[in-house]
Nanobody, 116 residues
Framework: QVQLVESGGGLVQPGGSLRLSCAASRSSFSIYAMNWCRQAPGKQRELVATITTGGITHYADSVKGRFTISIDNAKNTVYLQMNTLKPEDTAIYYC??????????WGQGTQVTVSS
């Protein structure tokens, strides 16, 4: 069973920055992609950013130019640098890891609150 450990959430003022990280425990299988999703109160979970182990990235339109996803393949760790945060970015952020064998795991979530 793969374990995902997330960190980096918290309270920040509008315009501020936070960096999230998510480390996946070792597995016999290879990772295909690592994603960040978020869920705000009363809303569906949405994909924020994704990165493959080959470095291909994709961002939701709402975060393009403000968020940057990166990956450390040696550490099985994905990062999300969030700049120019807005109140509408407030949500629980979840890490998701997809393996080539089809396995799919989720982190426990970390709260991000953007408020003055």
């Amino acid at each position: 069973q793969v374990q995902l450990v997330e960190s980096g959430g918290g309270l920040v003022q509008p315009g501020g920055s936070l960096r999230l990280s998510c480390a996946a425990s070792r597995s016999s299988f290879s990772i295909y992609a690592m994603n960040w999703c978020r869920q705000a109160p009363g809303k569906q979970r949405e994909l924020v950013a994704t990165i493959t182990t080959g470095g291909i990235t994709h961002y939701a339109d709402s975060v393009k130019g403000r968020f940057t996803i990166s990956i450390d393949n040696a550490k099985n760790t994905v990062y999300l640098q969030m700049n120019t945060l807005k109140p509408e970015d407030t949500a629980i952020y979840y890490c998701n890891v997809k393996y080539y064998n089809g396995q799919d795991y989720w982190g426990q979530g970390t709260q991000v609150t953007v408020s003055s």
